[in-house]
């Protein structure tokens, strides 16, 4: 590769780790080329992109993006997969692809710019996806609102209730 397609290359991952929101360097050393092209399309559908390219470009590219924890991991066939939304469903991916070949084996991966062993993936994974987590959110903030609001409206009930029998018995004793 020429030095300007070098560094076209390194542009564009430094973009890419720039734009992600999780980064999972992964060694697919052992994976065929029907195994990756599933996992890519597996991984697509999450919005993540998988990119297999040299450690060195891969490296230039994390200090010119200022992400760190993930030098030393560097070595090797390495594949990053870079998750531009929610990193949950990311790492559920990979790590199911995990369970099912043992492959790919995740060296490390950075969520919110903090970086985690790879061995933790199952933590991530296993987290409901962002919607579900605010959907739970809102439920368990509605449930007391709710419980709430009845109890305001059972009080005012039984006034208004308290009040019609009182203007029964006054009418009651003219």
Do not use: H, Y
Request: proline content about 3%.
């Amino acid at each position: 590769m020429a030095k300007p397609e070098k560094a076209a290359t390194v542009a564009e991952i430094t973009k890419l780790f720039e734009a992600s929101s999780g980064i999972f360097v992964t060694d697919f050393q052992g994976m065929n080329v029907t195994d990756i092209s599933k996992l890519r399309r597996s991984l697509r559908q999450n919005k993540t992109k998988f990119l297999v390219a040299k450690n060195t470009l891969f490296r230039i590219a994390a200090k010119n993006a200022n992400v760190s924890g993930i030098d030393d991991f560097l070595k090797g066939t390495t594949g990053i997969a870079f998750a531009t939304t929610d990193s949950a469903p990311t790492a559920k991916v990979l790590n199911d692809a995990f369970k099912e070949k043992e492959r790919p084996r995740i060296k490390v991966f950075v969520v919110d710019k903090q970086s985690f062993k790879g061995a933790e993936i199952g933590r991530l994974a296993d987290l409901p996806s962002r919607e579900i987590l605010l959907s739970q959110l809102v439920g368990a903030i509605e449930a007391p609102l709710t419980q709430l609001a009845s109890t305001i409206d059972g009080f005012f009930q039984e006034l208004i209730r308290s009040v019609e029998a009182l203007a029964e018995k006054k009418k009651g004793e003219s």
